[in-house]
């Protein structure tokens, strides 16, 4: 996800130098966060629904890594 965040960041509007990340990416970050704490700190298991959204998302971010593990075998 991080590497697709430096991929995509937007430069920031209010004032041009900096830069934010899309929406999307802010909420899909937040979630997966929340799970892996969930999971690693109170050891809990994740619900049918949540592992169904980590799938989801982990399937949209990993084209990158597709993109750079071609780079690689060349």
């Not at 965040?5 to 990416?25: D, I």
């Not at 619900?47 to 060349?74: A, D, G, Q, S, W």
Request: hydrophobic letters at 30%; proline letters at 1%.
């Amino acid at each position: 996800m991080m590497q697709w965040a430096e991929e995509n960041k937007l430069r920031s509007r209010r004032s041009g130098q900096l830069y934010e990340l899309p929406e999307q990416f802010r909420k899909d970050f937040r979630f997966v966060t929340k799970c892996d704490g969930k999971v690693s700190m109170r050891n809990e298991k994740l619900t049918r629904e949540e592992m169904k959204e980590c799938n989801k998302i982990y399937k949209f971010y990993r084209k990158v890594y597709n993109k750079l593990e071609l780079h690689e075998v060349r």
